[in-house]
């Protein structure tokens, strides 16, 4: 065997075995105790390392049972120090939560740059870092060669209690991005990825919220380097085009109380009414739409911020809230790429097929529809901008200024009054 795993394993068996006979002696009491009573003495030792993570600590105040479930299928992982937990690469089936003790995460990136002469992106590369000669001559198969490194000691990221790993294993398909190594002795807990999944199957109103969490969770994740160690989405800065919304019947109209002057409550609810209606319904004769956008702004402030190339409501006096308008704007303005701009006070459709100029208000992120409802939004004094997304069957996406925020319902004044 190798000096260094040979090391390790004379280690584990020179150790006290005292301490893994009294878990093995507490895992058979579990065992034996009544299913109901299992389930919570497993939720009083595992839901506390679970809920120092935000989404599972909501879940524990939010919806108990779920939580006892998840408990059920935890799995205790007991480390000594020196300890080689996981290495860059492994398939990783479970997110790991630190119980006690300390370990330290080293990144792959230092790990190339201490044991590894091929260049990053090299085709031999995801090998070689593998299978690695070591400095004696002699081929290792395994992950002993990237221990007990100094650098990697140094530039390690020590973890301890409260603290998880791999989160990305419940969201998406995952390998290890670096090392794990035990610096004290410890204890982890582990959820394996498949046992929540069949968890949340059984709580419907949990996995919904978990499919919403996921995909925050995707779209942060793709932003950031690959790394076992990764902060979730922060709820405040979800995105909304990502949201589900619950149908609201009544729902009034978003920032009504704060529109600048040159916009009117009732045109925007005019446009309101009509982009929900073909996100839900699609265009005449059955088409589905494409997505679509709806500015509603001062009419000549926005002469300067874009223009369409062909505006067939050039000269003419066409309101939104004109008898036959929704059915003109299904035909001629909806199927058109570009915006379909509102005049905020007197209602009158100034263009279709528009473009704005200057996205860069809009950020970097999503595609240039989004980016230019965003943008749009915050120039000409201000535009309430409605925007659809091509495979939406009801929920749009509202921005005024820079606020922004999802919508799918019914406006309060479409209710009709009894009589």
Request: hydrophobic share 40%.
């Amino acid at each position: 065997l190798p000096p260094k795993l040979y090391a390790r394993i004379k280690t584990h068996i020179d150790m006290d075995g005292t301490l893994f006979q009294v878990q093995r002696r507490e895992r058979q009491l579990i065992a034996a105790v009544p299913e109901s009573l299992r389930m919570d003495l497993m939720m009083q030792i595992y839901g506390g390392p679970l809920s120092h993570h935000p989404f599972f600590r909501f879940l524990c105040s939010w919806h108990t049972q779920f939580i006892r479930t998840v408990c059920r299928a935890v799995e205790t992982e007991d480390v000594h120090a020196g300890d080689f937990v996981f290495g860059d690469g492994d398939a990783c089936t479970s997110i790991r939560f630190i119980v006690n003790g300390e370990l330290g995460y080293t990144h792959a990136t230092v790990l190339m740059e201490e044991n590894v002469d091929y260049p990053i992106g090299s085709v031999s590369f995801g090998i070689f870092r593998r299978f690695r000669s070591e400095r004696g001559g002699s081929w290792n198969v395994g992950h002993s060669w990237s221990t007990g490194s100094s650098l990697e000691d140094k530039m390690a990221t020590r973890l301890s209690q409260g603290q998880w790993l791999s989160e990305a294993v419940l969201w998406s398909v995952w390998e290890h991005a670096g090392t794990l190594k035990a610096t004290t002795a410890g204890t982890c807990a582990l959820l394996p990825s498949a046992s929540f999944e069949e968890a949340i199957k059984l709580h419907p109103p949990v996995h919904w919220l978990s499919v919403l969490y996921a995909r925050q969770f995707v779209i942060h994740m793709n932003k950031m380097p690959m790394s076992d160690l990764f902060e979730p989405p922060d709820v405040k800065k979800w995105k909304p085009e990502a949201q589900d919304c619950v149908v609201q019947t009544y729902a009034c109209l978003p920032w009504e109380d704060e529109l600048p002057k040159h916009i009117e409550a009732n045109v925007v609810k005019d446009c309101l009414r009509l982009a929900s209606d073909v996100a839900r319904n699609g265009l005449d004769e059955n088409r589905p739409h494409h997505g679509f956008v709806m500015v509603v702004g001062d009419e000549k402030a926005l002469t300067s911020c874009g223009k369409s190339g062909f505006n067939p409501f050039f000269g003419h006096d066409l309101r939104i809230d004109h008898k036959g308008a929704h059915d003109t704007l299904r035909r001629n303005a909806f199927h058109a790429d570009g915006a379909i701009v509102v005049d905020g006070i007197s209602g009158r459709v100034v263009a279709s097929g528009w473009f704005v100029g200057d996205i860069r208000l809009g950020g970097s992120e999503g595609g240039a529809r989004s980016r230019s409802a965003k943008a749009i939004a915050q120039q000409a004094g201000d535009c309430y901008v409605i925007k659809a997304s091509e495979d939406s069957r009801g929920k749009l996406v509202l921005h005024l200024g820079t606020k922004t925020q999802a919508f799918h319902g019914t406006l309060r004044s479409e209710i009709p009054i009894p009589l």
